[in-house]
């Protein structure tokens, strides 16, 4: 009875201890532009390959619409990330925002 116990408790320590899947590469063709932009607008020099964050927030964890994270993008925040609203075409925008959103974790 005692090996039993030991094994559900090892059982429960280890499903518990998983890292989540990483997300599926998208198909979507907005988001598949928007992850090219994303690396050629040098987002991942302060935010990380993936969004998973470094000298910049985690964007992963911000749970933020695209419409929102458009927002962040065209004006920027001051003294923190630049503006890109001169910078990029509105569609570009909004397919890195879309990106974005689509990193985000539940």
Do not use: W
């Amino acid at each position: 009875m005692a090996l039993t116990a030991v094994l559900g408790i090892m059982i429960v320590v280890s499903t518990g201890c998983s890292k989540p899947e990483p997300p599926a590469e998208s198909t979507d063709p907005v988001i598949v532009q928007g992850k090219a932009l994303f690396a050629t607008m040098q987002c991942s020099n302060c935010h990380g390959d993936g969004g998973q964050g470094g000298r910049a927030p985690n964007l992963t964890a911000i749970h933020k619409s695209a419409d929102e994270i458009a927002a962040t993008i065209r004006t920027g925040i001051p003294d923190k990330m630049p503006q890109y609203g001169t910078k990029q075409k509105p569609e570009e925008i909004a397919a890195v925002a879309k990106y974005v959103a689509s990193l985000q974790t539940p």
